[in-house]
């Protein structure tokens, strides 16, 4: 009697793969045809409105006629709000090779609502980079990303604002891995409620991959409450992570507080610990993050400057921060910077 094939028998393992392939190259191809066509279609629409010299109001009734004519002929898809999204993609796409294939039309439609071109070609560059889903990349631009980002370090300027923009985040040293503040508005806890230490880190455990998506790219989760013992007495690390960029162990202490001297202490012991004990050769150093309630810039300057080790202090908040406010601080510090590089040039 035959053998009967299983589910990992070679053969089945090798059909079903080559399936799985061409399907994901049929659905790519599919995804990438719809894109043209949508920019096609506006590329149309912004011709016949420059031809017929179509004032707003105009403009605007006959993307409601042509909706309702292309409905009734070619079925779903052609709404006057889409319409408007295929004309707004032409505009913001002068080249129809630069639009990704590996973005859906949703992503596209998210990425229309933001009108700083800087701003969104950073979204987009992320959404790929980091392969967000559509739900991922409205939650990243409604925490304010690109602008927590550009304040992370204080020292916003021209040159960040369009690596950014080219480049999206790009991961060298253990700088690059910091936002300030950190959102964790997944956990749905009301901004004034007071948490133990050992409740937020049980939160986040069970929202882990939402806390992953806000760590950012190259993060994977090792554990809770890591044991470090030193001379028979044991201490436990809140939590630890590997970032796969980096090479490196990331170390999180968590505090319901604003950021103490102490903490910085005890987490540069565990630090020499994870270096010395826990590193493999190819490791490089381990960092340290501690996420606090509170952050005096001075306070923490004093606290952590002078250590060898990589630690950093940043805010956690537990609400979507206010955008206009993020927006205006980054203008601030913009302005600033421009300032005083102009008058540097002058002198």
Not at 318 to 333: F, N, R, T
């Amino acid at each position: 009697m035959a053998n009967q094939l299983t589910p990992n028998n070679p053969l089945v393992q090798e059909i079903r793969e080559l399936v799985k392939n061409a399907r994901t190259t049929v659905a790519q191809q599919v995804n990438t045809q719809l894109l043209s066509t949508y920019w096609q279609i506006g590329r149309a629409i912004v011709e016949y409105e420059q031809q017929n010299q179509l004032r707003a109001e105009y403009g605007k009734q006959t993307l409601k006629e042509l909706a309702k004519e292309l409905t009734q002929e070619l079925g779903k898809g052609f709404s006057r709000s889409n319409l408007q999204n295929m004309r707004a993609f032409y505009l913001a796409y002068e080249k129809c090779q630069t639009v990704s294939g590996k973005l859906s039309w949703s992503h596209y439609c998210e990425l229309l609502s933001i009108s700083d071109a800087n701003k969104r070609s950073f979204y987009e560059k992320e959404a790929v980079n980091s392969n967000w889903s559509v739900r991922e990349l409205k939650r990243q631009i409604d925490s304010s990303l690109y602008e927590r980002l550009l304040l992370s370090n204080g020292d916003a300027n021209k040159e960040k604002v369009l690596s950014l923009a080219q480049k999206g985040i790009e991961i060298n040293q253990p700088a690059d891995i910091i936002r300030d503040p950190y959102v964790f508005e997944f956990l749905g806890v009301p901004e004034n409620k007071p948490m133990l230490e050992s409740d937020l880190e049980k939160a986040l455990v069970a929202q882990i991959e939402k806390f992953l998506l806000e760590l950012g790219r190259g993060f994977m989760f090792v554990g809770t409450q890591q044991r470090v013992t030193l001379n028979n007495t044991h201490y436990y690390v809140d939590m630890v992570f590997y970032n796969k960029i980096l090479r490196a162990y990331v170390l999180i202490e968590l505090k319901t507080t604003k950021l103490t001297p102490e903490a910085a202490g005890q987490l540069n012991m565990y630090l020499n610990y994870y270096a010395a004990e826990v590193n493999d050769p190819d490791d490089n150093p381990p960092i340290g993050i501690i996420l606090c309630t509170e952050k005096d810039s001075v306070a923490a300057e004093y606290a952590l400057g002078g250590l060898s080790n990589n630690i950093f202090a940043s805010r956690y908040v537990l609400y979507m921060p206010d955008k206009e406010q993020l927006i205006a601080q980054v203008e601030a510090v913009l302005k600033n910077w421009h300032e005083k590089n102009d008058g540097s040039a002058h002198e």
